[in-house]
């Protein structure tokens, strides 16, 4: 992994990078791995890393949508979901706004029915005429009958007569359209009071991730609690590192996506989460983490500490059978290196398991630091195999005759190990590719 940088890297202003129509700052770091320059001159690295966080602790997305063109009507397309994703305080206003609106709309409508028939009192109307709308002969009783049509509530004294077709019509069309807009509306109140977000809630992750050896291995452990009775069924664990890669094109890929997979003892299948678990990431040769566990987790150092842990549950909840998911992050300062978790779980007295959060966000230190040691390349032939023909073909002619048969056979043998030297070069310049200082030749963000 390594930082964007520009080709030249002793210029002081900063290389701008157009994506559509937003721009990057080259030399900005993305996820706070530094205090670069632009916005966040004068901050902390900490107060960096909190601002520049892709997903919060809560798992509450920090990404902002920007220049998306239509943007609102796409939104009013998609009604059902727009109103779902609502905050409760704006969907109340929006509620009542609505009611009250249609009550004085309608209202207005009733007004114009008695005006335009003469009921109203300006009108002086004689003793034998007949209303559209008996008692409607204000605009407040317009009001008060569009209401108590509505709601259905009917005191007795304003009644629609069979005077005026336009009114019973201007009812039946009030009734249809407020039916319907409460229909809608109560669908979107139970449908977001029964989404599994709240379940997710009750579903907790710990603080912080810690690294420490686990079956000989080093491995990357994370604790997840169910804090209810009711159990989530097929409980699914997965990571996502967001890191800064290069390509071998030269490209540098921001918010490059590699899957961490998570399991439970040697099984990835789907745990039991009755009780608190630990969960496991072996840290090897195919882990996108073996370079920050190399150095030891040294996420003090700007190439390695550019990175977030994204780690996403998903599991179905038991009354409601509906999915739930429920998501966290870790950033480099938030992964302890050389810590292990406490156990949660004892034995009362009574003989009943019980499992003390107090000590669920505790970590302690091992007694030996983890390491972790990658596979390094098969070592190449020592140069003494060749010395013997380097020997015999500048000897002269007493080893010319003895060295003349074997002479071909043992080039092919060199000429193989230049192969094999030359392969294993090439292999450590692509597996050391992204730790090593290159000059990008564009940027690109990935999808989030």
Request: hydrophobic share 35%; with cysteine; aromatic share 8%.
């Amino acid at each position: 992994m390594t930082t964007a940088t520009p080709p030249s890297s002793h210029t002081p202003s900063p290389q701008k990078v157009c994506h559509s129509q937003t721009q990057t700052d080259v030399l900005k770091p993305l996820l706070g791995g530094g205090s670069g320059g632009g916005g966040g001159a004068g901050l902390s690295p900490a107060a960096l890393r909190r601002r520049r966080r892709v997903l919060s602790k809560d798992g509450r997305s920090n990404v902002r949508i920007e220049h998306v063109s239509g943007r609102g009507a796409l939104y009013l397309r998609d009604l059902w979901t727009t109103f779902l994703d609502m905050q409760w305080r704006y969907k109340l206003f929006l509620f009542s706004a609505t009611f009250a609106g249609t009550w004085f709309l309608f209202g207005v409508l009733w007004y114009l029915v008695a005006l335009v028939h003469g009921d109203l009192l300006e009108f002086n109307p004689p003793s034998n005429h007949t209303p559209c709308v008996m008692e409607v002969q204000t605009l407040t009783g317009a009001f008060l009958f569009s209401l108590e049509s509505q709601t259905t509530i009917g005191y007795g004294y304003r009644c629609i007569t069979e005077e005026c077709p336009a009114a019973i019509i201007l009812l039946i069309v009030q009734l249809v359209i407020t039916m319907v807009m409460e229909i809608f509306i109560t669908g979107t109140f139970l449908a977001k009071v029964a989404r599994p977000k709240k379940r997710g809630e009750t579903v907790k992750f710990s603080q912080h991730a810690v690294v420490a050896n686990h079956e000989g291995r080093p491995c990357l452990m994370i604790r997840v609690a169910n804090m209810r009775k009711s159990l989530l069924l097929g409980c699914q664990v997965t990571g996502k590192l967001l890191q800064t890669s290069l390509t071998k094109e030269g490209e540098t890929v921001r918010l490059d996506q590699r899957n961490v997979s998570f399991q439970v003892d040697t099984s990835s299948d789907s745990p039991f989460l009755i009780l608190p678990l630990t969960f496991y990431h072996v840290i090897d040769d195919s882990s996108p983490l073996r370079a920050w566990a190399a150095k030891g987790g040294g996420w003090t150092d700007p190439e390695l500490a550019d990175f977030e842990l994204l780690v996403i549950l998903s599991a179905t909840v038991e009354p409601t059978s509906a999915t739930c998911q429920v998501r966290t992050s870790y950033l480099p300062d938030e992964i302890l290196w050389g810590y292990e978790f406490p156990p949660v779980v004892s034995l009362s007295p009574s003989g009943k398991y019980v499992a003390d959060f107090a000590f669920f966000d505790k970590v302690a230190k091992t007694k030996a630091p983890p390491a972790f040691k990658p596979d390094s390349p098969s070592s190449v032939p020592p140069t003494s195999h060749q010395s013997p023909q380097q020997g015999g073909g500048g000897g002269g002619g007493g080893g010319g005759g003895g060295s003349g048969g074997t002479g071909p056979e043992e080039g092919g043998d060199l000429e193989k190990m230049r192969l094999e030297e030359s392969y294993r070069e090439e292999r450590a310049r692509e597996r050391g590719g992204r730790l090593r200082d290159s000059s990008p030749l564009s940027v690109r963000i990935s999808n989030v």
